[in-house]
């Protein structure tokens, strides 16, 4: 079962502009949220993470913001850059077991 | 449709007992496919990775072996379990064509060692 969601396979947006990227989950006991990153031809690299005792945690131009009500959680990326273009992978876990991924969204930045 | 198939989800093994781990593919030829254990820090290891038939990359020395005795299937193998290798377990396949862009990762399985 699809316990982590990432609905957009893909986006599109303007240099400078913000990007936003989701992910949903349905098991209410996953803890901790992750995002990867991944260019081609490479394997995926963590980005940023979020407890859920959390609502937002920012480093620099990411910054993932995590709605518990909603089982929803987003990652922003202000001001986007074409060097973010990559696939994002959204990965939740419960009590420091396995990591659930989604099934990425695909990040174009356009300069 | 293309999808990623990887058992057993859970597995309990004594040390010292032989390990294999399955991951096949659907839906695609020649797919780049890769074995990753979670790491400490809930990131993600590269064990191994294959481009091919017959063709095995190493990115860490372990316990374990790989091998691609065909096109669409992957297999994580070990002839004698140590405690160490209990983990979590993921398989993945690198989209290679025009539709595909990305990463599919397998459920995982997660091994414990007793």
């Known amino acids: 079962d699809q316990q982590v969601k990432q609905n957009s396979p893909s986006l599109s947006v303007q240099e400078g502009r913000i990007s936003i990227l989701n992910c949903d989950y349905t098991n209410s006991m996953f803890d901790y949220f992750l995002w990867y990153k991944k260019y081609p031809a490479e394997g995926p690299t963590f980005l940023i993470s979020i407890s859920s005792i959390k609502d937002k945690n920012e480093d620099g131009r990411f910054t993932v913001f995590l709605n518990k009500s909603a089982k929803h959680l987003s990652l922003h990326i202000v001001p986007s850059q074409p060097g973010d273009s990559a696939v994002y992978f959204c990965?939740?876990?419960?009590?420091?077991?396995?990591?659930?991924f989604g099934a990425g969204t695909r990040l174009t930045v356009k300069p | 449709s293309q999808t990623i198939h990887q058992w057993p989800a859970t597995l309990v093994q004594p040390v010292g007992s032989p390990l294999s781990l399955e991951c096949t593919v659907e839906g695609t030829s020649n797919p780049n496919l890769y074995w990753y254990r979670q790491a400490a820090g809930r990131g993600l290891q590269l064990l191994f990775y294959?481009?091919?038939?017959?063709?095995i990359s190493s990115e860490v020395p372990q316990n374990l072996s790989a091998s691609r005795p065909q096109d669409r299937q992957f297999i994580l193998s070990s002839k004698k379990l140590l405690l160490s290798d209990s983990g979590f377990y993921l398989c993945?396949?690198?989209?290679?064509?025009?539709?595909?862009?990305?990463?599919?990762f397998g459920s995982g399985t997660r091994l414990t060692v007793v």
């Open positions: 993945a396949w690198d989209g290679t064509g025009a539709a595909n862009y990305g990463y599919t």
């Open positions: 990965a939740a876990s419960a009590r420091d077991n396995d990591m659930r």
């Open positions: 294959s481009v091919g038939i017959g063709q």
